[in-house]
T-cell receptor, first 115, second 113 residues
Framework: GAVVSQHPSWVICKSGTSVKIECRSL??????MFWYRQFPKQSLMLMAT?????????EQGVEKDKFLINHASLTLSTLTVTSAHPEDSSFYIC???????????FGNGTRLTVT | DQQVKQNSPSLSVQEGRISILNCDYT??????FLWYKKYPAEGPTFLIS?????DKNEDGRFTVFLNKSAKHLSLHIVPSQPGDSAVYFC????????????FGKGTKLTVNP
């Protein structure tokens, strides 16, 4: 069964508004979660590493003020897309490991459409 | 610069035959490799992995082969089934997978009945 739950699965918002995406690890604690983004026919690009109790680590080229990450607990990380624009429309996916050196498990992703 | 490359964007095979998906990498520090399967509008699902200390790992119909000298790995699916039709992503990591994964662009596999 699913080990990582992501919500919502899809969202449509107007340009200029903010959208929050939740990622939960089910029945295990994740000190680290990863947020990926996928454009059509492209690979999954790591956006940031979410660390429980500390600041997220962002990949080069990812605006930390635009993509706010909060890892509030050992089972929940949130990604907030602030002041969304149409170019932010994409598929956002979170992932986590049950334990160190084990494969990443992914949520089902969130399709964001900004109109 | 793409560190993980899947040069075939698509592959079509007949049901019952073998599917071979290929992946090349450039970073010699990668020591942990994974294959994920992805359906549209869903997150990737882990299939199989291999550590650089091995050259083969098998799990049911899925076998991953690693050729470190060529910096190449492949996923074999045999026999292929229509339900295997999906996009397959190759991913790599350093430090035994404890670090972030770097993904290829994926190969869309279609298994025809």
């Amino acid at each position: 069964g699913a080990v990582v739950s992501q919500h919502p699965s899809w969202v449509i918002c107007k340009s200029g508004t903010s959208v929050k995406i939740e990622c939960r690890s089910l029945d295990f604690q994740a000190t680290t979660m990863f947020w990926y983004r996928q454009f059509p026919k492209q690979s999954l690009m790591l956006m940031a590493t979410s660390n429980e109790g500390s600041k997220a680590t962002y990949e080069q080229g990812v605006e930390k003020d635009k993509f706010l990450i909060n890892h509030a607990s050992l089972t929940l990380s949130t990604l907030t897309v602030t002041s969304a624009h149409p170019e932010d429309s994409s598929f956002y996916i979170c992932s986590a490991r049950r334990e160190a050196y084990s494969p990443l498990h992914f949520g089902n992703g969130t399709r964001l459409t900004v109109t | 610069d793409q560190q993980v490359k899947q040069n075939s964007p698509s592959l079509s095979v007949q049901e019952g035959r073998i599917s071979i998906l290929n992946c090349d990498y450039t970073n010699s520090m990668f020591d942990y490799f994974l294959w994920y399967k992805k359906y549209p509008a869903e997150g990737p699902t882990f299939l199989i992995s291999i550590s650089s200390i091995k050259d083969k790992n098998e799990d049911g119909r899925f076998t991953v082969f690693l050729n470190k000298s060529a910096k190449h790995l492949s996923l074999h699916i045999v026999p292929s089934q229509p339900g295997d039709s999906a996009v397959y992503f190759c991913a790599a990591s350093v430090q035994g997978g404890s670090e972030k994964l770097v993904f290829g662009k994926g190969t869309k596999l279609t298994v025809n009945p």
